[in-house]
């Protein structure tokens, strides 16, 4: 099947803070060709993580194979479980940097951090500079992801407890990390000043 599970889904996309167990990375795309003032919907699935590789380099992988026109433009979204590690981070930048005529937006649920606490923020700090807009995940998110990639048997879209919460936390996470870095030694010099 296309659709994803519901219970599949709800486990692994769920935005809570600690996340133990849940080891594994979804991938829900939707690519779109731009033609002048409308789009075109191309194609739209989920993938995850294989072993030994991680699903952003499988979807590298596959959206490489397409031979994309360079003289179209290409837009891709994707809703992950966990942000790109810092490795997947440096795919990902390069991939962009080959395909100018392509935009990524990411969208995850839950930023992820390994032992080198310091090696995440700098790969999507670089993955941003490179072009990808990168967004916490939203109750309005998770409602289309429900809508589009899970077989969800016509049943709406209920919030777990504590989803706007998490989801405004884990956004104030991700926006001092996307911070420039001369701003984030302004803050740090205010808070100083402020005796803070």
């Not at 596959?62 to 440096?90: E, K, N, V």
């Not at 998770?142 to 998490?166: D, I, M, R």
Request: hydrophobic fraction near 40%; charged fraction near 25%; include cysteine.
């Amino acid at each position: 099947s296309i659709l994803m599970q519901r219970k599949l889904f709800l486990y692994n996309f769920k935005n809570l803070r600690k996340a133990k167990g849940r080891r594994e990375t979804y991938l829900c795309y939707v690519v779109k060709r731009r033609d002048s003032a409308t789009s075109c919907s191309l194609d739209f699935g989920y993938l995850r993580n294989r072993m030994g590789c991680h699903v952003e380099v499988l979807f590298l992988r596959y959206i490489a194979a397409w031979d994309l026109d360079p003289g179209r433009c290409y837009r891709i979204t994707w809703f992950t479980s966990w942000s790109p590690c810092y490795d997947c981070a440096q795919h990902i930048a390069s991939f962009l940097r080959s395909y100018p005529n392509l935009t990524l937006r990411i969208f995850v649920s839950r930023l992820y951090f390994c032992e080198d606490r310091k090696a995440e923020p700098e790969g999507l700090r670089r993955l941003h500079k490179a072009g990808a807009q990168i967004a916490i995940m939203t109750f309005k998110d998770f409602f289309y992801c429900w809508n589009t990639f899970v077989e969800n048997k016509e049943q709406t879209f209920k919030g777990w407890e504590g989803l706007h919460e998490n989801s405004v936390h884990i956004a104030r996470k991700l926006r001092r990390i996307l911070l420039p870095l001369y701003e984030v030694d302004d803050l740090r010099d205010a808070f100083k000043i402020l005796g803070l």
